[in-house]
């Protein structure tokens, strides 16, 4: 029997050669592996930030509908604007805000119609066009707030980026009112004569120390990307070329990109995986860090973002929080807390996308930690643990031979203590999932053929 990783989510046994691996077959360590680098702060540093930050004791409030958020604050008031809901009419970049982080109201959407320019700009009639917006970014700058958006073709690199403006986020002032500003970036079939290797989605701005402005972006399709941005007018500079920062092995599941700087270093945020699959999303976020802006960044071992393996977890899902991804940072000043701010798919309430806020601390490294959510969990535990699997009686241990991704091989080795070798078992209802800590796939029987 062969067997290899996949993205499939339902195994009832694995088989390494002869030998079969289940709940009865193989002892399980007793010991569970440790968390990842920055799963989780203290206890004592969450109740602190708790405080600070109002969280309600008691009774649990409900998470909001949200999916890619970006926050900032305003005025006493912490602003969200995030996917629009394909679902529902008129919800083109919803916006919501909150005095406490748990209870929020809606506001009105930036767009109750889709902006003229993009459909023509994807090449596409009305009837065609995107029915939402995506991955909004919200920054200030030359006295106005700033919100770039994605428009695309699903499963295509036929992507915008546009930019709306206001003054103030405020509904009730005079100075609200938002104005699209058009398009920013665009990216066109890679399979068309003159196409570009990037996907114009998901854009981030980001400051560096001298000044400048940047914008990254991208997702799948040659990983991701950064483009200086004219702070006077929020565009691309004319004759501007893009830096690549990051790409994975094909296919290249990284997108949602968010940089950080921070005590002379730059933190680049990455969602790893799939999102928008519902309960068996498997998102997860890494980071990278550099001394430039413009790379290149490497994890916490030191293997590279671009055209490497590199990306320190810092948080996945577990219990009800499915796919923890999608993140934004908003960092904090004086006494208050820099925060994470992401989505995950609710497992008690069909998978709906919530909004999930969590602290954000230092290691003496220098290289983030991210706590449980503000709005806890409604389970005990962080889930199921990850453990080492071995045959009885013997040394070895099963384990992703070569650390591979999707379609590599699984083996028996010798102990080495690495992620490749620790897995997660989940009962799915109708059979078990085994899950690669290091590449986050599933163990499946290559071509469900049971031959050697």
């Not at 009105?108 to 065609?128: E, H, N």
């Not at 820099?338 to 220098?366: C, E, F, Q």
């Not at 102990?415 to 897995?423: F, K, L, M, P, R």
Request: glycine share 12%; with cysteine.
């Amino acid at each position: 029997m062969i067997t290899r990783l996949s993205r499939r989510v339902r195994v009832l046994g694995v088989l390494i050669g002869a030998l079969a691996l289940g709940a009865t077959s193989l002892p399980v360590a007793a010991t569970a592996a440790a968390a990842p680098v920055g799963a989780a702060a203290s206890a004592a540093s969450s109740v602190a930030v708790a405080s600070s930050v109002a969280v309600a004791s008691g009774h649990r409030a409900d998470d909001p509908v949200a999916h890619d958020p970006t926050m900032v604050k305003e005025g006493g008031w912490y602003y969200l604007a995030i996917t629009g809901d394909a679902g529902k009419a008129d919800t083109f970049l919803p916006l919501k805000r909150s005095r406490d982080l748990v209870h929020w109201e809606d506001l009105a959407p930036v767009f109750t119609i889709l902006p003229s320019w993009i459909a023509p700009a994807l090449g596409v009639d009305a009837a065609s066009a995107p029915k939402d917006l995506w991955a909004p970014d919200l920054s200030y700058s030359h006295g106005e707030w700033r919100l770039y958006y994605a428009a695309s073709i699903f499963g295509k690199n036929t992507s915008v980026i546009g930019l709306a403006t206001t003054k103030t986020l405020d509904p009730r002032s005079r100075d609200f009112g938002w104005h699209d500003r058009g398009q920013v970036v665009k990216s066109t079939d890679y399979q068309q004569p003159g196409g570009t290797s990037f996907n114009a989605i998901d854009p981030s701005i980001t400051v560096d120390r001298s000044g400048q402005t940047w914008l990254s972006f991208g997702s799948f399709f040659s990983g991701i990307w950064l483009h200086r941005i004219d702070g006077a007018t929020g565009r691309v500079p004319a004759g501007d070329v893009a830096v690549h920062l990051a790409e994975r092995a094909a296919p290249d599941a990284e997108e949602n990109s968010t940089i950080v700087y921070r005590n002379g270093s730059y933190y680049l945020f990455l969602s790893f995986d799939y999102c928008c699959r519902g309960i068996d999303s498997d998102y997860r976020t890494v980071v990278g860090r550099a001394s430039s802006i413009t790379g290149p960044y490497v994890d916490a071992s030191g293997a590279p973002m671009l055209n490497g393996t590199g990306g320190t977890e810092v948080m996945r899902g577990y219990n009800e929080f499915v796919g923890a991804g999608g993140a934004d940072i908003l960092l904090g000043s004086g006494a208050q807390p820099d925060l994470v701010v992401n989505h995950y798919y609710d497992a008690t309430d069909g998978a709906v996308p919530k909004l999930s806020i969590r602290t954000l601390t230092w290691s003496s490294g220098g290289w983030p930690r991210v706590s449980p959510p503000l709005n806890p969990s409604r389970s005990v535990g962080h889930g199921d643990a990850y453990v080492t699997i071995s045959p009885r009686a013997a040394d070895t241990v099963v384990e992703n031979a070569e650390c591979g991704y999707e379609g590599a091989n699984i083996g028996l080795g010798d102990d080495a203590g690495t992620a490749c070798q620790e897995w997660q078992l989940s009962d799915r209802g109708s059979g078990t999932r085994l899950t690669n800590r290091f590449s986050n796939d599933v163990a499946e029987d290559a071509g469900c053929v049971n031959t050697d």
